[in-house]
């Protein structure tokens, strides 16, 4: 997962949508046209006690509402308090699954199959209930969404046999698989693919042409989350109100609403946050440290799963040997760039999982800056530093890239390898690393990726980036993953991978990743450059907020609560 998923696109229809209560106490939707005809005394039954409303600015706007196109964190910070799924990540420790809206369940035989008791008296905002027919209608939707129009995140749960799943009893559902797949439950637990949607709507709003009623949810929305859409102004905010009929009910603290303006800059929310007209910052590194002790401002750094990586292309020279790709990942200075790039924030990066990702190998080697092994390894290689010549690519909006390309350059320089630095857009790399021709030969020598997890799972980062599909043609750019952008072609680390992808036996698993971890740090397929805490920055009003490093980019709502802050 990168900051590729923000690009999908969908149309510019600004609708408003708002939320009325029904006299009935359940909820119905009415299009701001269909308000206008709704009689007064509905809206009387509004209580009249003051709300408590969270105000968060989100980085972009909102692309679509429906949870089986969503794929990006500006969109998907509205869609994660509205859907919910069957798991959850723990937020302390990602290898543990907090049960969700399935209470308990079962492996079947070879990992082939799991049976989910779900909960019972869950109703989606519309008042459908929740059961065993809503998860194979999501499940199915997603994925027939991905097949049919080729967006969103169905892949995550692409594993799933729709045909032969089947419903026990109302609440208790079968999940079969297609091919064993282990880390079937962590991508259940998923904040993008798994989420469960209301059938009832879907199908009121399916037609011959759209079965999916696709045109109507990317504009609505029904869940079973804590809060509902409220409104919805494309280019300028999004209201969300908290579900009355919450399975998790509202005893304790809470928001009652919650108010999500778009404001990109960073500076402009780190004004907003210091005049306290906004609740939750959402700030740069740099923001956060400049606001880092000002009263009544808490910034407060978390681990995370997420990392960076310069990958280098194995199928073309210089970098299709292995001594060139050892000697480059030494003429990196990673202490040096933890910091000044990340100001002593972060850590350099140990092989290709992050250290907070169970699987991760604590003893996995690493490489250090020595320029002198460097030049070492280039002679042993066959080449004099002044012959290597390659062209670094990365996004030259994202600062942490840029500023890593140019101290790898620098520092290459000091040996006479020359870089040159390619600053482009998402569009302009995907241009580079999948050209025209086909031919891994013909791509680019070296990118930078930045990534954060789909679901946390070692197979989330290595299958995505180091698996080959097609031993028998390495140079064809479609034998691998999308992200194996190092077109990193190893038979032993497949069998690895594939056998960790089938055992449901965790500890096993955990010892063939750790395998994995150490073939591809001596094959240097990519730099690791480092990995990188989360910072949060808010008012010390706010209360119950914390980061989920499974869940980058999204917030548990629920949780917060407000706390000695004046009224605005
Ligand atoms: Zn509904």
């Excluded at 006299?23 to 005809?37: F, I, L, N, P, R």
């Excluded at 050892?326 to 140990?350: C, K, M, N, P, W």
């Excluded at 250090?368 to 004099?384: F, I, S, W």
């Excluded at 397929?525 to 920055?537: D, G, M, Q, V």
């Amino acid at each position: 997962m990168n900051t590729k998923k923000g690009l999908t696109t969908i149309q510019a229809i600004l609708i408003i949508i708002i939320l009325v209560i029904a006299a009935a106490g359940s909820y119905v939707w009415y299009s701001y046209y269909t308000k206008k005809k709704a009689p007064p005394q509905e809206e009387e039954v509004t209580p009249k006690v003051e709300e408590v409303t969270l105000i968060v600015p989100r980085g972009g706007i909102v692309m679509t509402l429906d949870p089986a196109e969503s794929y990006s964190v500006p969109t998907h910070e509205v869609i994660v308090p509205v859907y919910e799924t069957l798991l959850r990540y723990d937020p302390k420790n990602t290898s543990h699954l907090i049960p969700w809206l399935a209470e308990s369940w079962e492996v079947g035989k070879n990992g082939m199959w799991y049976v989910f008791h779900l909960r019972k008296n869950v109703t989606f905002h519309c008042g459908t209930p929740f059961n065993a027919s809503a998860v194979i209608y999501s499940f199915n939707r997603t994925i027939s969404l991905m097949e049919e129009k080729g967006f969103g995140p169905g892949w995550v749960i692409s594993a799933i046999d729709i045909e032969h799943c089947k419903i026990i009893d109302p609440y208790t559902v079968n999940i079969t698989l297609k091919y064993p797949y282990a880390p079937f439950l962590y991508a259940l637990a998923a904040q993008w693919g798994p989420l469960i949607i209301c059938p009832a709507c879907c199908k009121a709003h399916a037609t011959p042409e759209d079965p999916w009623a696709y045109e109507y949810m990317k504009e609505h929305m029904c869940g079973t989350g804590p809060y509902m859409l409220a409104e919805w102004v494309r280019e300028d905010h999004v209201t969300l109100v908290k579900n009355p009929n919450y399975w998790k009910g509202w005893k304790g603290k809470h928001v009652d609403k919650i108010y999500m303006p778009i404001i990109e800059e960073s500076s402009t929310r780190r004004l907003r946050l210091e005049e306290g007209s906004i609740d939750i910052g959402g700030l740069t590194l740099e923001d956060a440290i400049a606001v880092n002790g000002t009263p009544g401002i808490i910034v407060e750094v978390v681990p995370s799963l997420n990392n960076l990586m310069i990958f280098m292309n194995t199928q073309k020279p210089p970098l299709n040997n292995k001594l060139v790709r050892q000697a480059i990942s030494y003429i990196f200075d990673y202490e040096g760039a933890v910091e000044t790039i990340r100001h002593g924030l972060g850590a350099q990066a140990r092989g290709p999982l992050p250290s907070a990702l169970w699987g991760w190998d604590p003893e996995c080697p690493q490489y250090t800056h020595n320029l002198t092994k460097a030049k070492e390894l280039l002679e042993k290689a066959g080449y004099k530093p002044e012959d290597i010549k390659l062209e670094l690519w990365y996004i030259e909006t994202v600062e942490e890239e840029r500023r890593v390309a140019e101290l790898l350059q620098a520092e290459a320089a000091k040996i006479g390898v020359t870089i040159e630095l390619r600053g482009t857009t998402w569009a302009g790399l995907n241009d580079v690393l999948r050209p025209g021709s086909g031919n891994a030969t013909d791509a680019a020598d070296m990118a930078i990726l930045y990534w954060y997890p789909d679901f946390a799972d070692p197979d989330d980062y290595l299958s995505n980036m180091y698996y080959c599909y097609n031993e028998s043609d390495p140079t064809n750019i479609y034998s691998y993953p999308y992200f194996n952008w190092a077109y990193y072609c190893n038979s032993t680390l497949n069998r690895i991978l594939d056998e960790a992808r089938r055992t449901t036996n965790f500890t096993r698993r955990v010892e063939l990743y750790k395998m994995a971890q150490r073939i591809i740090v001596e094959d240097a397929p990519a730099l690791f450059i480092f990995e990188e805490p989360a910072i949060l920055t808010y008012r010390s009003w706010v209360k119950g907020y914390y980061f989920n490093p499974c869940y980058v980019g999204t917030i548990d709502f629920y949780s917060i609560y407000i706390e000695g802050r004046e009224s605005r």
